[in-house]
């Protein structure tokens, strides 16, 4: 039996256009998703859409509307973008599908009946642009006296009935669970900031709403639909099959990594595990929360103007180029600006120069000299030995750096080793050897069709695209393509087909 492997992703709110801040979250799981199934486990990976709540509905009066026909169209927009992103995943959740509503509200009854859920009066700040609550102590006051959340967006008071759920009383829970699994949190920073948020004391969460209905109604409880975030939350075990324990998709939880951006990890660091322990259903394992994306220096924002449209970024580049750009460009748990100069040098020196002209180089050498035939191995010399040892030792390298997200880190190890090809291949110089010595030549080749498979074969979860071909034009059956397969070697003499440039470089289009 393989082992099983659960992943997600935020699921995004419809209120707008995706751009790619969304593509980025979903890119990052997409990469641990391909290289859990390459690395041979079972693996589930959902995404999807977050439809309920004000700023949704908001959002669709504006455009003129009605909630549902609204959402089904920014939806598949997402839907759309994701698929276009090369984003692999099992299953497309939508809150407003029947099967989340029934999940939900069975989530609700088994809260209520474990007595952390009562009914009062909410009093206080609200951000609709967060469809978040605030305490009076996190606002801070603008010059013109409105007062802002600590994201930026404005609040309002609201005042209403509703139920809440008793989170002060999970406390020390939460305390124990971040002490006992350390990893829970990453990275440490936002561990600690999780940490210090909850020893600071936690009042109970307003969990219903009563002056608007777009949201799941609260089982007998005529008026009330659920606060958006305990519905969004429970799209993870929804999908699951929730509350039906002999669905097909149930042995998958708990999540063993929940994606997030670091301004959704209070939510899911501290919320959620407090409504599953209230639930008795069993705990995530990790949330995996990363920085966010400027634009040269500027957040984007729709007033600036400077929103960037995934698609339209894959237009000009290539997928597998924004992809490797926004994996390597900053490290996971940071922030990092994102500019055209700044991707251009990504494509033309990493990607066109060490990878591209490395297998070109080499695929052309034994196009020519050896008859497109992958070469014998040789007697193997000290260098050959070296660079054999450094791609071998990639797969445990990397597989560490994928459990931790630090996925800057693992392009960084197999970069290494390209560079270091790079240098054996103009020390051996085989194309002199073509004229001295062809037995070492043919050695010499099969090192370098080695180590270029180690490599592609490694970084199939980031380029998946592009790896494919790289692996085609060396000759690596499908069946072999998963990191088991790299301890068959191929026979020598596979027929090789013609080789063919990979990256392109990227050269300005003429003004
Ligand atoms: N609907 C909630 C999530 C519910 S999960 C149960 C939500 N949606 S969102 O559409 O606003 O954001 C989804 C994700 O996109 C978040 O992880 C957020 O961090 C990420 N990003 C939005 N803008 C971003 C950048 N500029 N850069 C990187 N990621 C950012 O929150």
């Known amino acids: 039996m393989k082992q099983t492997f659960f992943l997600t992703t935020p699921i995004y709110y419809v209120n707008g256009a995706p751009h790619i801040g969304h593509a980025y979250t979903s890119i990052c799981a997409d990469v641990l998703a391909r290289f859990k199934r390459l690395d041979g486990h079972d693996v589930f990976f959902l995404t999807g859409t977050d439809e309920h709540g004000q700023k949704v509905e908001k959002a669709a009066h504006d455009a003129g509307v009605d909630p549902q026909t609204f959402t089904d169209r920014i939806s598949a927009d997402f839907r759309a973008m994701t698929d276009a992103m090369g984003v692999s995943y099992d299953d497309w959740i939508r809150t407003t599908e029947e099967r989340h509503k029934r999940s939900t509200q069975e989530l609700w009854r088994r809260i209520a009946a474990s007595g952390n859920i009562y009914l009062g009066h909410y009093e206080g700040w609200y951000a609709v642009r967060d469809e978040a609550f605030y305490d009076e102590t996190e606002l801070t006051t603008r010059p013109d006296g409105t007062k802002v959340a600590p994201s930026g967006a404005p609040v309002e008071w609201v005042r209403e009935p509703s139920y809440f759920f008793k989170l002060s009383a999970f406390q020390d829970k939460l305390l124990e669970l971040y002490e006992s699994q350390p990893d829970f949190v990453a990275p440490t920073s936002r561990r600690n900031e999780v940490m210090s948020f909850v020893r600071g004391g936690l009042l109970d969460l307003s969990i219903s709403r009563t002056t608007f209905n777009w949201g799941i109604p609260v089982p007998d409880a005529p008026g009330h639909v659920m606060y958006v975030w305990l519905d969004a939350l429970n799209n993870y075990v929804t999908a699951c099959g929730f509350p039906d324990d002999t669905a097909p998709r149930w042995h998958y939880w708990p999540a063993d990594v929940h994606f997030v951006g670091k301004d959704i990890i209070r939510f899911h660091a501290v919320y959620w595990p407090a409504f599953l322990m209230a639930a008795g259903l069993p705990l995530p394992r990790r949330v995996s929360s990363h920085g966010w994306w400027v634009v040269e220096g500027e957040k984007m924002s729709k007033s600036l103007g400077n929103v960037i449209e995934p698609r339209k970024l894959v237009e000009t580049y290539g997928l597998d180029q924004i992809r490797y ?187």
């Open 325 to 511: 750009f926004l994996l390597r460009e900053k490290p996971f748990g940071t922030d990092g600006s994102m500019s055209h100069p700044a991707i251009v040098s990504r494509i033309n020196v990493e990607l066109a120069n060490d990878l591209g002209n490395l297998a070109q180089r080499s695929l052309s050498l034994i196009a020519r000299n050896c008859g497109g035939l992958l070469p014998a191995h040789g007697e193997p010399a000290e260098p050959d030995l070296v660079l054999l040892a450094a791609a071998d030792a990639l797969l445990p390298a990397v597989r560490g750096h994928m459990d931790r997200q630090t996925f800057h880190e693992a392009l960084e190890e197999i970069w290494k080793v390209i560079r270091a090809a790079n240098a054996y291949i103009d020390h051996q110089a085989p194309w002199a050897l073509n004229k001295t010595d062809k037995v070492r030549m043919a050695a010499v080749l099969r090192v370098l069709a080695d180590t270029i498979r180690t490599v592609a074969t490694l970084l199939q979860p980031f380029m998946p695209g592009s790896m494919a071909r790289m692996l085609d034009q060396l000759g690596v059956p499908d069946d072999l393509r998963g990191f088991d397969g790299l301890a068959t070697r191929l026979p020598a003499e596979t027929v090789l087909p013609p080789p063919q440039g990979v990256f392109p470089r990227y050269v300005e289009p003429a003004a």
